[in-house]
């Protein structure tokens, strides 16, 4: 019996660098192109996409960049960030396999003592989760209004029970995670000024649809994604389509903190 645990790196709680996407980072370096890479890791293309979305999403500066154009036709890069990054997770991977060797020699597990011991995690299933930096907080007898400043400069407006502000010791200029799901994001090629949501505007860069349920990520600036999932027909009755311009809008209600 062995001693064996895998190395997660977190941003701000969230789980940011784990195994399987440093070995997608690895393989983006070395073919360039994130559908060989995914094929080397393997997981889906789809997969692939979300991952490095997610990296990005929670990362102050973009890890991974597409490029576009050119003799080749572009491809995907690791930036100067994402290698350094890169390099320091070898650094801690190996401390990290010593201590577990460290570990195994100290402690015997045999012993069956450590039947009783479990991993409690929790995960969180929301689609959109987002870096941002806290403008401000307005407190009230009940709820919190908490403006929210991502790293496009555009803004999100939360409201949150005055409870979980003082629970998370929520104050200005702090960096948090603005979380929401993708089946509150609603998407709308017009803009609605009477409309009292939080409205992003941004360009569609992927759609996935299937019979029933369309998947559309709308890109809003440096690297910052949103999703929406929506139905099919609802989609095709907007005739959206990749580089189409919308607007996103999200309820401040929607809107959860994290730290």
């Known amino acids: 019996m062995e001693l064996s645990s895998k190395l997660t790196l977190e941003m701000l709680g969230k789980p ?3 195994e399987k996407r440093i070995e997608l980072l690895h393989a983006i370096e070395a073919h360039g192109s994130i559908s060989k890479a995914a094929k080397a890791v393997p997981m889906s293309y789809k997969s ?5 979305d997610t990296m990005n999403a929670l990362s102050p500066e973009p890890i991974v960049c597409r490029e576009t154009g050119g003799k080749d036709g572009g491809g995907t890069t690791i930036t100067a960030y994402g290698q350094k990054l890169l390099k320091n997770y070898a650094v801690l991977k190996e401390e990290h396999n010593r201590f577990l060797e460290k570990l195994s020699e100290l402690t015997d597990i045999e012993s069956g003592a450590f ?3 479990g991993r409690l995690a929790m995960q969180i299933s929301a689609r959109n989760q987002i870096q941002a930096e806290v403008v401000s907080v ?3 007898n009940v709820n919190a209004n908490i403006l929210l400043r991502l790293k496009s400069g555009k803004e999100l407006l939360s409201t949150i029970t005055k409870e979980a502000v003082e629970n998370l010791h929520i ?5 948090v995670i603005a979380i929401f799901k ?3 994001v609603l998407l709308s090629m017009k803009v609605d000024e009477k409309n009292q949501d939080n409205r992003l505007e941004g360009i569609v860069s992927k759609v996935d649809k299937d019979v029933e349920n369309t998947k559309v990520v709308v890109d809003i600036g440096e690297h910052d994604t949103i999703v929406s999932v929506m139905p099919t027909a ?5 005739e959206l389509s990749e580089g189409s311009s919308v607007t996103a809008m999200i309820k401040a209600n929607d809107i959860m903190i994290g730290k």
């Not at 692939?48 to 490095?52: G, L, T």
């Not at 104050?171 to 960096?175: A, C, K, L, N, P």
């Not at 609802?234 to 907007?238: F, H, P, Q, S, T």
Request: net charge negative.
């Open 138 to 140: 307005d407190s009230q």
């Open 48 to 52: 692939a996409w979300e991952a490095v």
């Open 182 to 184: 993708s089946s509150t």
């Open 16 to 18: 940011f660098l784990l």
């Open 115 to 117: 039947k009783t011991i």
């Open 234 to 238: 609802v989609l095709e009755k907007m």
């Open 171 to 175: 104050e200005e200029d702090q960096t």
